[in-house]
């Protein structure tokens, strides 16, 4: 089986970080490994970014992902969290820029939409649809493990997926719904050796 991608997910943190690894093959995401990076025993600020940079350069060297996917920082009322997340988000980032990996942010609501359909689910939520979807048995000792392969999962459907392909090589959305005249099922019917 050829591996067409490796995708690492990352839900940054300065006291734990959650990261998920998924690999695409034939236009089907298939679940590698997760995992909660946990900093809290480093001393100081400073020390828990340097430590944030070598984790997930670790990662990088061990899985070998083509992308990064990584959560954009909630925006909060507490400025001095946000900052702190945003250098922990940065170190995970050049990380990945250190290796030449192209690099994609989504908003928390974003993630959660893409896999449950609501904005506002819970981690419980997420992680239950999440592991359903990719047939995985493994329970996480965090909701911080399945938020980072949320995160990868939310890429692979927002670029990777099976629907992305055949918008690809039918030009557009719209293009495709007025050639078949009612949609993705009369499309599917009418175009069988479109389908990967």
């Known amino acids: 089986m050829t591996t067409d991608k490796v995708i690492l997910g990352i839900d940054p943190g300065t006291q734990m970080m ?15 490994s997760m995992g909660v990076l946990n900093f809290k025993k480093e001393e100081g600020h400073f020390s828990k970014i340097a430590a944030v940079y070598r984790e997930v350069e670790a990662l990088i060297l061990k899985y070998r992902p ?11 009322k507490n400025i001095q969290s946000m900052l702190k997340l945003g250098r922990a988000q940065g170190a995970a980032i050049s990380a990945a820029l250190n290796h030449s990996m192209p690099i994609t942010e989504y908003a928390p609501k974003k993630v959660k939409m893409s896999i449950t359909g609501k904005g506002a689910a819970s981690k419980e939520q997420v992680a239950t649809v999440l592991l359903s979807i990719l047939s995985v048995d493994v329970k996480p000792d965090s909701y911080d ?9 939310c890429h692979y459907l927002n670029g990777s997926g099976p629907i992305t392909e055949l918008c690809k090589n039918s030009a557009s959305v719209s293009k495709v719904k007025s050639k078949s005249g009612g949609g993705w099922g009369d499309f599917i019917r009418n175009n069988p050796s479109r389908i990967k």
Do not use: Q
């Open 66 to 76: 083509d992308e990064l996917a990584i959560e954009a920082p909630f925006y909060g």
């Open 18 to 32: 959650g990261w998920g690894v998924l690999e695409l093959s034939r236009g089907k995401a298939r679940y590698i």
């Open 145 to 153: 493990a399945t938020d980072g392969l949320a995160v990868a999962f």
